[in-house]
């Protein structure tokens, strides 16, 4: 998709510059590798409480968002101090994936250092605040989980650099990750700017991951070089090099038990159609000192004080099951454009709906629809759903 069908800036909400829906003003908070701390955690409880709707919600990019607020300085104030808003030039921008069980489970490097000095170097170059909104860094520790979720630039344990989806073929060790990656990120605003366009995705630029490849050889010279594969592949969850580590990217990150490296036992748990109340919010941050929130609406307890069966009786999935797969927008009556209350029809179909991933949709748009298969289900203007394709009366 060429630069040129772009007629508007990219409006992604943040923060500073909320977006305003049906429920009043959304803002969304971004967290480099979904790492959020105890204290953080317990002050988004009480914004929640105080400022919104009363939860917080977890959107497909690993990041969260408060929904029924007003316009005021309070929000900013209150995660400024719990160390959620570093920037306020480059807060839109903080888009950063990390493999959720890096340097706990798995994989092939651990990435966790490399999203919190990515996060940094980002705030540091003043040009890179122009980025879009929407524009997606990624780190994978070599399992293919967040390198599978569209980001516009990727390094992939051992050491390959993707753009917008396609191997380069230029070896990158994980010492230069951040310095490629952060001058990927110029060469694409670069190449943007020489287009006269305004793309907000490295996918809509022409030859977009040839011309950011060409630009990084020029600028390091020696300090890449070629795969042995050389020029460039498409990257998809079974082509990874190293997908055998994962049969699918999410699989890693599904509530339930995760058996440590180190001999210990993480947790990963949910919360329903990915919202979390104030009392979960606290209670998470009793669990120990940080969490890691995924692209798909579970989070990662890296030593968990509680027992499953307390996070079960505060309301979290604590296991794999219908209630685990079930996603849903924000549909009536906080979204205007929504059709439905499909949260509250999804909840209700829980245990009628196909098995595996589901999202239910409020309109045509999709918000919030995870990467990857899944069933399919949209509101209709005259009520029931159209799920994968097929009008129905009703969900499940």
Known sequence: ???????????????????????????????????????????????????????????????????GLSRSPAL????????????????????????????????????????????RGLCARPELAELPGRFLFALDDGRGDVAAEDPDLCWRAPGALLVAGMDTGLVVTAADAVAVLLDAAEAFLALRAADGGTAWRAAELAEGPARIAAALVYAHGAGLR??????????????????????????????????????????VVAPLLGELTADQLRLLADTGPTAVVTPWRTLVLPASRLAATELAAAGLVVAPGPAADVSACAGRPGCAKALADVRADALAAIGRLPAGRVHVSGCARRCGAPRGRHVDAVALVDGGYLIDGIARAELG
């Open 76 to 119: 900013a104030a209150r995660l400024t101090d719990a160390g959620l808003l570093p920037s306020a030039t480059h807060e839109r921008v903080r888009n950063v994936l990390a493999s959720p069980l890096s340097g706990i489970a798995g994989g092939l490097a651990d990435v966790r250092g490399l999203a919190a000095t990515l996060d």
């Open 226 to 267: 070629p795969s042995q594969h050389g020029g460039f592949a498409a990257v998809g969850v079974q082509q990874s090099h190293h997908a055998a580590l994962t049969d699918t990217p999410a699989a890693a990150a599904r509530p339930g038990p995760v058996p440590r490296a180190d001999g210990g036992t993480a947790l």
């Open 1 to 67: 998709m060429p630069a040129a069908v772009r007629s508007r800036a990219d409006a992604c909400p943040g923060v500073f510059a909320p977006h305003d829906a049906a429920d009043g003003a959304l803002a969304r908070i971004r967290l480099p590798g979904g790492v959020i701390d105890a204290k953080a955690l317990r002050v988004l409880a009480g914004c929640a409480e105080e400022l919104g709707d009363g939860r917080v919600h977890l959107t497909s990019r690993g990041n969260l968002q408060l929904r």
